[in-house]
């Protein structure tokens, strides 16, 4: 199976402090990996390494079939990212945000108008094309964040707690675009701090204290750690840090 993220004793350092403590780990294409840690675990440190926004102290990372210390643009023009924050511009109509991150990811102004009315018709969101998107309901803001971020068809999309902030029945309609995503070849890339979403990925990694400690599929975790669900595994596991920062 093809491996579009590959890490290998990647390490992070600032000053005297390790946030990311010689981590191993490959995620396969069209694999929706989930990537766990309680605050201060190191996971968005090392989010911020695959994403070509951080160089790491050392080890070596492949994303995309690049180098992330080494061609950290080339990794950035191959991936989408959403934040929890929503990377979106709120005083610009919802058209004018599709229109802008096509262009930002390089797409040619045709293309960005057709694939526009399709995603608007995918989305349900035609009468909303004109609308501010401070205006739009949360969980519409976050269907469109997400579908801007994969607009380009990117080979992974990485999220950041993606559905923080928003009740059960608008996360579960977002991890179905995580599920049409991978059904179109797209490699997703999830950290999460709802255990029930991590029960949908098809392989999970808990971080601890820097470290990858445990890293299978949500069935045979809960077989190692003798757990009824995925929190009472994230809870043994995590219950072990030493840290509280990072």
């Not at 766990?36 to 926004?53: E, I, S, V």
């Not at 690049?66 to 990794?75: F, S, T």
């Not at 924050?85 to 293309?111: A, C, H, P, Q, T």
Request: proline fraction near 2%; charge should be neutral; charged fraction near 30%.
């Amino acid at each position: 199976m093809k491996k579009v993220i590959e890490a290998e004793n990647l390490v992070k350092k600032f000053g005297d402090f390790t946030a990311v403590d010689n981590i191993t780990f490959q995620v396969n294409e069209g694999e929706i990996f989930g990537f766990l840690g309680a605050n201060g675990a190191g996971k968005t440190t090392a989010m911020r390494m695959l994403c070509g926004l951080s160089k790491p102290t050392s080890g070596e990372g492949r994303v995309a079939g690049y180098d992330i210390g080494k061609e950290a643009e080339k990794v950035k023009a191959n991936i989408g990212y959403m934040s929890q924050k929503f990377s979106l511009y709120n005083d610009l109509k919802v058209w004018e945000n599709i229109r802008l991150f096509g262009g930002i990811y390089g797409m040619g102004s045709d293309e960005i108008k057709e694939k526009t009315d399709e995603l608007l018709k995918r989305l349900n969101f035609e009468n909303e094309k004109n609308t501010m998107v401070k205006s739009l309901p949360l969980g519409w803001k976050q269907k469109l964040a997400f579908s801007v971020s994969i607009f380009h068809n990117p080979k992974i999309v990485f999220l950041d707690e993606p559905t923080g902030g928003v009740d059960p029945a608008t996360r579960r309609q977002f991890w179905e675009l995580i599920y049409e995503a991978t059904d179109r070849g797209i490699t997703v890339f999830v950290t999460t701090h709802y255990m029930d979403e991590a029960e949908y990925c098809d392989r999970v990694s808990i971080m601890v204290d820097g470290r990858i400690d445990a890293l299978e599929s949500p069935m045979k975790l809960r077989e190692t750690y003798d757990a009824k669900n995925m929190d009472e595994v994230f809870y043994q596991l995590a219950r072990t840090a030493k840290r509280n920062g990072g």
